[in-house]
Structures are given as C-alpha cells and as structure tokens.
C-alpha cells in the first residue's frame, strides 16, 4: 500500500511540475512547441502503449523521432519563429516524412535489436559450451575417468555425465 500511494505522489508532482514549469515555456516558443507536438505523435504512441515499467520503446523511437524534428525547428528558428511558418512546415510532405520516417526507423531498432542481441549471446554461449565439453573431455583422456565423476560430485549433478 505504501508503494502505492509514493507512485501517486511522485505522479501529482510530476504533473504540477508540467503545469508550473514545461507549460509556461512551450508557450514562450509556441511555434517550436507546435513542431515537436506534432512532430513527437508517434513518441508519445510508443509511450502510452509500452507497458514496460523502463519504457524502451518511447526511449528508442523518442530518440530517433527528436532527430527528425530537430532540422525542421532549427530551420523554424533561422526563418522566421511564428506560427505562420511552422504551419507553413506542416504543408511539406517532405518535413511529414522525415518526422516519422525517423520514429519508423526507431520502431525497426525497438523490434530488430532485441532478437539479435539474443542470438549472438545465443551464439557465443553455445560457443562456449563447446569448448567446456572439449576441455572435459581433454581432462578425462588425460586423467582418467575419475576426474569426470569428482567434477560431477563438485557441481552437484550428474548433468555433465549425461552430456558425453
């Protein structure tokens, strides 16, 4: 129960401290506050729906998504910062497919990376257990069957014996 109401605290603060602070300042660069608004949807999609206390995937796609706001802002910022002309950058199909192409190659790292991470550990651990039962089996020719049974007694099982 304690652990419950801390969240709920931490949350209402994290609230008031959007409304006191973040708020206030986007309206000061409202027009840099409307490119990333629109321009950060499909970051704000990863976090509603990653159910991952660590949130990996607005991490991932929010990382790669900022990159493809960023040009379009500081463009915003050397060309006049109204909100004519950030309105005028929502009409560029171009500026559209940059935004999200990028957050699309985030959501390709969130779904590829995992899996091939996976199997190169894979990999190198079956590697290794290769080389493990080699070095038995080099220990055992070298110093006889005895030593394949204190091992086993060692390790606590008779798993290894099983294996040759």
């Known amino acids: 129960m304690a652990a419950k109401g801390k969240r709920r605290g931490n949350?209402?603060?994290n609230i008031w401290l959007f409304l006191?602070?973040?708020l206030p300042a986007a309206l000061v660069v409202l027009p840099t506050?409307?490119?990333f608004g629109?321009?950060?949807i499909p970051t704000i999609v990863a976090y509603v729906t990653d159910r991952d206390p660590e949130k990996p995937a607005p991490i991932t796609v929010g990382g790669l998504n900022f990159c493809g706001c960023m040009p379009y802002a500081i463009d915003l910022w050397r060309h006049g910062h109204t909100i004519g002309?950030?309105?005028k950058l929502f009409l560029d199909p171009l500026a559209w497919l940059v935004m999200y192409g990028a957050a699309a190659i985030g959501w390709a790292f969130y779904y590829a990376i995992p899996p091939m991470v996976a199997g190169v550990e894979v990999g190198r651990s079956e590697k290794r257990i290769e080389v493990l039962k080699a070095q038995k089996v080099a220990?055992?020719?070298e110093w006889g069957p005895e030593v394949a049974d204190d091992l086993i007694?060692?390790?606590g099982g008779?798993?290894?014996g099983a294996e040759m």
């Open 153 to 155: 007694d060692e390790i």
């Open 33 to 35: 506050s409307i490119v």
């Open 11 to 13: 949350k209402g603060r």
């Open 85 to 87: 002309a950030a309105a």
């Open 139 to 141: 220990l055992v020719q």
């Open 38 to 40: 629109v321009g950060m």
């Open 158 to 160: 008779g798993e290894i």
């Open 20 to 22: 006191l602070l973040i």
